[in-house]
């Protein structure tokens, strides 16, 4: 496993997708939850009030937020979502859309969350892009959204 992103094969992330897309999915499921468990991993050493798993329910709508950390005391509850997105290989027309997509998710938790606490969103990428511009337009979009973005490796 990578002591960088918690991955078992960094190389698989530069692998540009196969003609088998059920192999292919099966590899990006796989990937994720590799990334979700280590992310997980590193905030339960870290952050003792961290709750992982936490159900959520909108408008009829079911999720779950990946970690949740209530701080009764100073008034706020952080919600995160852990994402295990490639943005390098993502075609430029799907940026938008895709992360779009993500910030509706964390607003949609983060509207079941408004009372009594404030909320404050994150989600959390194993690795920024390297492609000139894609980092500023993905951050601009979570940016507008008043949502914080981390990449475990810059």
């Known amino acids: 496993m990578s002591e960088r992103t918690g991955l078992v094969a960094d190389e698989e992330r530069d692998k540009p997708a196969g003609q088998d897309p059920e192999t ?17 991993s590193q905030w339960k050493k870290e ?13 009829g709508k ?58 404050i969103p994150a989600v959390v990428y194993p690795i920024a892009p390297q492609m000139p511009g894609r980092k500023d337009e993905i951050e601009a979009i979570f940016e507008e959204r008043l949502i914080q973005v981390v990449w475990r490796i810059e």
């Open 24 to 40: 292919d999915f099966f590899r990006r499921i796989t990937r994720g939850r590799e990334f979700e468990n280590y992310e997980r």
């Open 47 to 59: 952050v003792a009030l961290a709750q992982f798993e936490v159900p959520t329910r909108l408008e």
């Open 62 to 119: 079911r999720g779950r937020e990946d970690i949740r950390l209530v701080d009764n005391k100073e008034g706020f509850t952080v919600v995160v979502e852990i994402k295990a997105s490639n943005w390098d290989v993502m075609k430029p027309e799907r940026v938008r859309p895709n992360a779009l997509r993500h910030a509706r998710q964390l607003w949609r938790y983060i509207e079941a969350e408004l009372h009594p606490q404030d909320v």
